[in-house]
Nanobody
Framework: VQLQASGGGLVQAGASLRLSCAAS????????MGWFRQGPGKEREFVAAVRWNSGTTYYDDSVKGRFTISRDNAKNTVYLQMNSLKPEDTAVYYC???????????????????WGPGTLVTVSS
């Protein structure tokens, strides 16, 4: 499984960005896909995920209502639409995938086996 995130950049508070995660063929439709982030001096944390079979989406409370995860199985791509960005959203954002896992662990960094290089999002105040 190969993952490549893109779309990061420097924006002002209140702006929007859309991150993309290009995955190797067949990954998006058969794997749980997640977005995580790691801010300066912080541990990597869960942002959003989409369940492989149902397409149900999950969000951290800090981004709920502002971020939207979506997937395009035909393009083998997962997106993270980020609106109303805040300075505290500044982080390196990572795309991740896992083939199997119980639903209760979908937010857990440790339960994702595949990671791509991150993309930096910087939100200025």
């Amino acid at each position: 499984v190969q993952l490549q995130a893109s779309g990061g950049g420097l924006v002002q508070a209140g702006a929007s960005l859309r991150l993309s995660c290009a995955a190797s063929e067949g990954t998006v439709s058969r794997y749980d896909m997640g977005w995580f982030r790691q801010g300066p001096g912080k541990e990597r944390e869960f942002v959003a995920a989409v369940r492989w079979n149902s397409g149900t989406t999950y969000y951290d409370d800090s981004v709920k209502g502002r971020f939207t995860i979506s997937r395009d199985n035909a393009k083998n791509t997962v997106y993270l639409q980020m609106n109303s960005l805040k300075p505290e959203d500044t982080a390196v954002y990572y795309c991740a995938a896992r083939r199997t896992g119980i639903l209760s662990t979908i937010r857990s960094v440790a339960h994702y086996a595949y990671w791509g290089p991150g993309t930096l999002v910087t939100v200025s105040s």
